[in-house]
């Protein structure tokens, strides 16, 4: 039996990259999966793969960054398939600029889809979430440490894991669990590499390789356990999947 066997999973940012692994992770594993992303092709795209291997998928084009949208993701997972038993909040933007050429319309939009539209996602989910349920947000390692060539996106993803830590006892006593997840790099569009990733068998992954790329399904499958009740004690924190990067200084040379 799947971990996710009979639940249902909202999953934002799922037309690409680390959210589109995730969706279909999920599915394999057994949930009814909502597919969320402002990309509505790319959405559909993702839940129609998803059906094609008879697991079931809704497609839902929304803007984390309004709150209506959020409120919309939910209730598309109730009315779709009953209840919402875990979301995965991974939508996300990320825009390379020198803190000198930063701008006060960026730092706006940077903190509008990743902080805000976490803010409003978990507004939207945590008094959704059936019992027992997780909520569990992409944030970053720029979230742990500065990123001097993208400030905004990275004092945004700070923000995440003070989001991440303050909503963590509002629905304890039903026992849901807010928790983050800080990717270091992923290889998806974000860093040009496009599309919607394949899957392998969970137990088949290989390790990154020191401070190199991880791939879409490696931050899929810690979400997939943040998600599940195998991670029952932990709530109100992250976990860092960077190859290994941030754990000691100075950084090894590249190989
Ligand atoms: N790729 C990396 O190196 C890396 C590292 C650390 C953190 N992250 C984070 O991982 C998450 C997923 O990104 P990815 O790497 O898979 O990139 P991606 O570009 O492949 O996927 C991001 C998805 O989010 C969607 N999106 C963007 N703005 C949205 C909005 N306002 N509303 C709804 N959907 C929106 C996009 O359409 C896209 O499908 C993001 O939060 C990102 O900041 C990525």
Redesign the pocket.
């Known amino acids: 039996m799947g971990m996710f066997e009979g639940k249902a999973v909202l999953v ?10 995730a969706a279909q992770r999920f599915a394999e594993e057994g949930a009814a999966v909502v597919v ?4 509505r092709d ?2 559909e795209a993702v839940a129609e793969l998803i059906r094609k291997t008879g697991a079931r998928a809704h497609a839902v084009a ?5 709150a209506d ?1 959020n409120q919309a993701m939910v209730k598309a997972a109730i009315d779709r398939f009953g209840a919402l038993d875990a979301a995965y909040l ?5 825009v390379q600029t020198p803190f000198e050429e930063e701008t006060e319309v960026n730092f706006e939009r940077m903190f ?3 902080l805000k ?1 976490a803010f409003l996602g978990l507004k939207a989910v945590l008094p959704a979430l059936s019992k027992n349920g997780a909520a569990v947000v ?5 979230g742990v440490i500065g990123l001097g060539v993208a400030a905004a ?1 990275s004092s945004a ?1 700070h923000g995440v894991i003070g989001l991440v830590r303050s909503s963590s006892q509002a629905f304890a006593a039903r026992g849901t669990r807010v928790n983050g ?11 040009g ?2 599309g919607v990733p394949s899957i392998a068998p969970a137990d088949t992954l290989e390790a990154t390789p020191y401070a190199g ?2 791939t ?1 399904q490696h ?1 899929a499958e810690l979400a997939l356990f943040l998600a599940s009740p195998r991670s029952g004690g932990i709530n109100g924190q992250y976990m860092i999947a960077d190859a290994g990067f941030l754990a000691s200084y100075p950084p090894m040379p590249a190989a």
């Not at 929304?62 to 309004?66: L, P, S």
């Not at 997840?181 to 860093?191: E, K, R, S």
């Open positions: 934002t940012g799922a037309a690409s990259g680390i959210g589109a692994a969320a992303d402002m990309n790319g959405a929304a803007d984390v960054a309004k949208d991974n939508a996300g933007a990320y509008a889809i990743n539209g992409t944030a970053s390692t720029s996106y993803k997840i800080c990717p270091g790099p992923v290889a998806t569009a974000i860093l590499i496009e790329m991880l879409p931050i």
